[in-house]
């Protein structure tokens, strides 16, 4: 007997995967100043992450919005 698995359940578990694989929040900052530290901290490891990963130039947009 085959096992099938449709698009949403195998994105379910790889979601569920991906998020158990994180790591637990640390303790919330004390002060506003360490607040701001870690959330530009947690923004340049998520900017490091997304730059390890090829994009083909196909999926990129021809076109920039500008404003």
Same mark, same amino acid.
């Given at each position: 007997?085959?096992?099938?698995?449709?698009?949403?359940?195998?994105?379910?578990?790889?979601?569920? +995967? !991906?998020?158990?694989?994180?790591?637990? $929040?640390?303790?919330?900052? /004390?002060? =506003? *100043?360490?607040?701001?530290?870690?959330?530009?901290?947690?923004?340049?490891? +998520? !900017?490091?992450?997304?730059?390890?990963? $090829?994009?083909?130039?196909? /999926?990129? =947009? *021809?076109?920039?919005?500008?404003?």
């Amino acid at each position: 007997m085959k096992n099938k698995i449709t698009r949403r359940q195998l994105a379910g578990t790889l979601l569920a +995967t !991906a998020a158990a694989a994180q790591a637990p $929040p640390e303790a919330p900052p /004390s002060s =506003p *100043a360490a607040e701001l530290q870690a959330a530009r901290d947690q923004n340049q490891h +998520t !900017a490091e992450t997304l730059a390890k990963v $090829p994009v083909p130039v196909d /999926s990129e =947009p *021809a076109f920039h919005f500008t404003v």
